[in-house]
């Protein structure tokens, strides 16, 4: 079955750069939520869309942006990189409803040096 | 806000163990439950979940019941595998409409030894 598709899977920036992690959500499913995971913690609520409409947000710093496309694609956009910033992220898409489980990507590590 | 705790881990066990993973919630409403795993340099994998109290969620040998009247959700297994060592991590969702997000907890490492 298809899954969830991040890319790339390993990124490699410098501070004070940007980075782009894209994300291609389960056919049909309509929500994207995306998730920070520093080394040993758990996964923390950056934002999410429903049918191309931010729904929610968590702790997303201001300089992190998100959108998603018209083909339910979402990009997460992250300007002025600090060392901080360096961890896992995880996109995750569901159908929409409550009950409906979220399934994740195998995330984007992303280093900053 | 909504939460959940987990026990801490390291739980180390052997081969055939029984497996006793901790975990509460505090949130409003009627949240559903999930347990996710976590391999190795890999992403969350859904385990098992359950969306109403008295719900008994079960895959792969695990199980886990919403105890609404305790705010638990312990995840169990008869006999643990070495197969089994991983990260796993308990999760609510609480939201109305196409609102609302995971919440998780802060994760269990599992070891399995021969």
């Known amino acids: 079955a298809a899954g969830v598709i991040q890319s790339p899977r390993h990124l490699i920036k410098e501070k004070r750069e940007t980075a782009t992690l894209k994300c291609y959500p389960i056919?049909?499913?309509?929500?994207v939520y995306w998730y920070q995971q520093g080394p040993g913690q758990d996964p923390q609520f950056l934002i999410s869309f429903y049918e191309k409409m931010q729904s929610d947000k968590g702790s997303i710093p201001d300089r992190f942006s998100a959108q998603q496309f018209s083909d339910y694609h979402s990009e997460l956009n992250m300007s002025s990189l600090e060392l901080g910033d360096s961890a896992l992220y995880f996109c995750?898409?569901?159908?929409?409803?409550?009950?409906?489980?979220?399934?994740f990507g195998n995330g984007t590590r992303l280093t900053v040096t | 806000g909504d939460s959940v705790t987990q026990m801490e881990g390291p739980v180390t066990l052997s081969e055939e163990a029984f497996l006793t993973i901790n975990c509460t919630y505090t949130a409003t409403g009627y949240p559903s439950l999930f347990w996710y795993v976590q391999y190795p340099g890999e992403g969350l994998q859904l385990l098992l979940k359950a969306t109403k109290a008295d719900d008994k969620g079960s895959n792969k040998g695990f199980e886990a019941t919403y105890r609404k009247e305790t705010t638990s959700f312990h995840l169990e297994k008869g006999s643990v595998q070495v197969s089994d060592s991983a990260v796993y991590f308990c999760a609510l969702y609480n939201g109305s409409g196409n609102t609302g997000k995971l919440i998780f907890g802060q994760g269990t490492t599992l070891q399995v030894k021969p």
């Open positions: 995750a898409s569901s159908s929409g409803q409550g009950s409906s489980p979220l399934h």
């Open positions: 056919p049909r499913h309509d929500t």
